[in-house]
């Protein structure tokens, strides 16, 4: 007998048959004799659509009524997957973040869980019950309800399986497994059946939306045995129910890897925003009185580059923020000019950060030149570079992001072979 947390995506749960065949999955499991948790995420679209009508009745919306709001997505599908598993005859309660308790910081709309008391769900274990969790959300000090940011049900079901002790966290989705890019771009692009805890970090840092970060730090801190995996598989086919290795990729230690790539994969972001200031004053002193009030407003800077300073005196800084950031980040520059002191703001929407990620990048030289060659040869201008240990990272035109995703894909021989 196991312990594991399965969760399921909205696209998992999109209608009625697709939730029955969630379900299937769970009894697969429950039927082997493992106990099982289940971490649920809102119908597809549902959560967009829920903030779209926050917006719609008030743009500059109180946090805490927008997480009432989005939250209930999700508090849905935890019903109707309990319904239809009691209905297969299996024994199965809906919990909603408050009645696990499952307790977070006070950021509404972005909160951080700070601790899960899994004593009432382990004792319903014992009676054979299956706990259909919401995910996405928990309760704050405040008593209300809080939820973990865009794409936070990652974040819940990981979180529960620490909590839990899970020997498996399986996040099932619409893809079945980690690929070296995103496969909607890259046709070509190859299913990992291992990918480190740094470099999925990475990955979903930069973009890969598979799985939210902060789910894979705390898979990384807590060693949860994660699984990425598709939904949409027929749960009963052979080796579905296979305890050690489920189909799928395994996040794991960089150890757990044989053979190392120095590259692993590709990602990218769009919807970033880049902005100029024009002859700020050279000085010590100006990069924090920039970025400081920034940082305050909660603006997220990502690249910054400053200019050599031509005449001594002064010089240009242009960094980017994410294009949902730049009103606010506009609004800060406007305010703060006197301290800043620059002589103009440019901005620009429109563009896209692409990345390459590899920990052989670590002791290995020429790895960012072969990026900026493949660029160079489909004729794409490179505005910013920033590199770490194990990335590098290139701001590009927003309307060059699939070239730019399959030229780095090819340049570094992470396409399937005979793929077409
Ligand atoms: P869910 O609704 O199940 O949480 P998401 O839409 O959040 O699913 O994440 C799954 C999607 O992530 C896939 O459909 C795929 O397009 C995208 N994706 C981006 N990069 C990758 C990658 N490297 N490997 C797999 N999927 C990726
Ligand atoms: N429903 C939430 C969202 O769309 C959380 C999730 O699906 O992970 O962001
Ligand atoms: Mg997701």
């Keep these: 007998m196991a312990r594991l947390v399965l969760k399921f995506g909205g696209t998992s749960v999109a209608d009625i048959a697709r939730i029955r065949n969630v379900a299937r999955h769970v009894k697969r499991e429950v039927d082997a004799g493992h106990q099982v948790a289940v971490v649920v995420s809102a119908m597809s679209g549902k959560t967009n659509e829920l903030v779209a009508w926050c917006r719609e009745a008030s743009p500059m919306h109180d946090a805490r009524e927008y997480d009432a709001v989005v939250a209930s997505g999700e508090q849905v599908t935890a019903g109707l997957l309990a319904i239809t598993l009691q209905n297969m005859g299996v024994n199965a309660r809906s919990w909603q973040g408050w009645q696990i308790p499952l307790r977070t910081d006070g950021a509404h709309g972005a909160a951080r869980i700070a601790e899960i008391d899994g004593s009432e769900l382990v004792r319903r274990f014992g009676e054979g019950q299956v706990a259909v969790i919401a995910g996405f959300q928990g309760i704050a000090p405040d008593n209300r309800i809080s939820t973990l940011g865009r794409g936070g049900s990652d974040t819940s079901a990981v979180a529960v399986a620490a909590a839990l002790k899970a020997d498996r966290c399986d996040i099932y989705t619409d893809v079945d497994g980690v690929y070296t890019t995103d496969p909607r771009i890259e046709p070509k692009a190859r299913r990992m059946s291992r990918i480190s805890f740094e470099e999925m970090l990475e990955m979903a840092s930069l973009g890969a939306k598979v799985l939210q970060v902060r789910s894979v730090e705390l898979a990384m801190v807590h060693k949860v045995r994660t699984f990425v995996r598709s939904s949409f598989e027929d749960p009963?086919?052979?080796?579905?129910?296979?305890?050690?290795?489920?189909?799928?990729?395994?996040?794991?230690?960089?150890?757990?890897?044989?053979?190392?790539?120095?590259?692993?994969?590709?990602?990218?972001?769009?919807?970033?925003?880049?902005?100029?200031?024009?002859?700020?004053?050279?000085?010590?002193?100006?990069?924090?009185?920039?970025?400081?009030?920034?940082?305050?407003?909660?603006?997220?800077?990502?690249?910054?580059?400053?200019?050599?300073?031509?005449?001594?005196?002064?010089?240009?800084?242009?960094?980017?923020?994410?294009?949902?950031?730049?009103?606010?980040?506009?609004?800060?520059?406007?305010?703060?000019?006197?301290?800043?002191?620059?002589?103009?703001?440019?901005?620009?929407?429109?563009?896209?950060?692409?990345s390459v990620i590899g920990i052989g990048m670590r002791s290995h030289t020429g790895v960012a030149a072969t990026a900026f060659t493949a660029l160079a040869s489909r004729g794409i201008n490179i505005r910013a570079i920033t590199t770490s240990e194990i990335k590098i990272s290139i701001l590009i035109d927003g309307e060059y992001t699939e070239l730019a995703v399959r030229a780095l894909h090819a340049a570094y021989g992470l396409d399937r072979a005979g793929a077409v």
Aim: a negative charge.
């Design 236 to 354: 009963d086919a052979p080796g579905m129910g296979d305890l050690l290795n489920p189909p799928g990729t395994l996040i794991c230690d960089e150890e757990e890897i044989v053979e190392q790539q120095l590259v692993t994969g590709i990602a990218y972001a769009r919807d970033e925003a880049q902005i100029s200031l024009r002859r700020v004053a050279d000085r010590p002193g100006i990069a924090a009185a920039i970025f400081a009030p920034l940082a305050e407003a909660g603006v997220n800077v990502d690249m910054i580059v400053q200019n050599i300073s031509e005449s001594g005196s002064s010089t240009d800084m242009t960094f980017t923020v994410p294009v949902a950031d730049l009103a606010k980040a506009n609004a800060v520059i406007e305010k703060a000019k006197a301290d800043m002191r620059y002589d103009a703001v440019q901005s620009e929407q429109g563009l896209a950060k692409v």
